[in-house]
């Protein structure tokens, strides 16, 4: 469970070192980068949420999510929800006010629920967990976003073998 970036070597973690790519297949790499198809001009951005006393687990601050966050809001020129602000009312806010999105980027803690996947596992925001059962109910049909979570645990499924369909 524990991040390859995240790997100390010479007790300094990967990351900092060197760049990490996790990609399903080497050949993934032969051609030339394709240009996205995605319209990352309205982005909704959201890092280290930060207000939620979480009755199970103790949630500290993700000072390199919100890093991250900010960076990837500077990239776009957008503004990234951080702290309270990112948060799921932040969120169905921009939705409502934009209308639709190109980018989803997260960076925020995770959890992996294995025998209940879709109401056991969650994001934390800031007001609270947000399960799949509720982010499958956004309205993101129209705008099919690309969305990046950058959060521990959000990508046992695939590693456990279970069908992300």
Known sequence: MLPFAALPVRNTPLIDI???VV??????FKDEPKKSQHDFSIPIILGDPQG???PVWRFPALPGARAQAEEVAVFLKSQ???GREASRKGIESKLRAQGRTGLIHLATHGMFDMTNPVDG???LLADGRWYASEIQKLPLRESRPLVVMSACQTDLSTTIGINKA
């Open 18 to 20: 060197m760049s990490v």
């Open 23 to 28: 990609a399903p297949e080497f050949f993934l």
């Open 52 to 54: 939620w006393d979480d």
């Open 80 to 82: 990234a929800l951080i």
């Open 121 to 123: 596992g969650f994001l």
